[in-house]
């Protein structure tokens, strides 16, 4: 588990056969990008549990917190931002929209994902950053 020392965010990339699910928020300000799921760490939170709990919330995806995995800190001015990974052979169940009214889309590949003119830069930094696209 990994502890942060700091408020964090952290962002939940999961891989599987059926594809990538992203979010897309309905509620903020055009452009309205496709992005990874994700969220604010709270207090006591280690962010393996703010990674499960936001995927969840998002994308009703329930997956095992030791089915992720940190594969980046990114140091920000205010706060840590931590990508998590978990790569699983079957997707569970999707929910329809997400616990704020989210809508979710399941993607067929990372580098589908990367095509998109409406997928949000900064993520796609990360995924190249990772040298997964």
Same mark, same amino acid.
């Given at each position: 588990?990994?502890?942060?020392?700091?408020?964090?965010?952290?962002?939940?990339?999961?891989?599987?056969?059926?594809?990538?699910?992203?979010?897309?928020?309905?509620?903020?300000?055009?452009?309205?990008?496709?992005?990874?799921?994700?969220?604010?760490?709270e207090?006591?939170?280690?962010?393996?549990? +703010?990674?499960?709990?936001?995927?969840? *919330? =998002?994308? /009703? !995806?329930?997956? %095992?917190? @030791?089915?992720?995995?940190?594969?980046?800190?990114?140091?920000?001015?205010?706060?840590?931002?931590?990508?998590?990974?978990?790569?699983?052979?079957?997707?569970?169940?999707? +929910?329809?929209?997400?616990v704020?009214? *989210? =809508?979710? /889309? !399941?993607?067929? %590949?990372? @580098?589908?994902?990367?095509?998109l003119?409406?997928?949000?830069?900064?993520h796609?930094?990360l995924?190249?950053?990772?040298?997964?696209?």
């Amino acid at each position: 588990m990994v502890y942060a020392d700091r408020d964090f965010a952290v962002i939940v990339l999961v891989q599987s056969a059926q594809g990538v699910p992203l979010v897309r928020d309905p509620s903020k300000p055009a452009p309205r990008y496709w992005k990874l799921p994700g969220g604010k760490g709270e207090e006591g939170d280690t962010v393996e549990q +703010a990674g499960w709990r936001e995927l969840r *919330e =998002e994308t /009703g !995806v329930e997956l %095992s917190i @030791e089915s992720l995995k940190v594969v980046l800190k990114k140091d920000r001015r205010t706060h840590d931002l931590y990508v998590v990974v978990a790569t699983i052979d079957q997707l569970p169940s999707v +929910a329809e929209q997400g616990v704020e009214g *989210e =809508e979710i /889309g !399941v993607f067929h %590949s990372l @580098e589908e994902i990367t095509q998109l003119s409406d997928f949000f830069p900064p993520h796609h930094s990360l995924l190249q950053e990772l040298k997964l696209v």
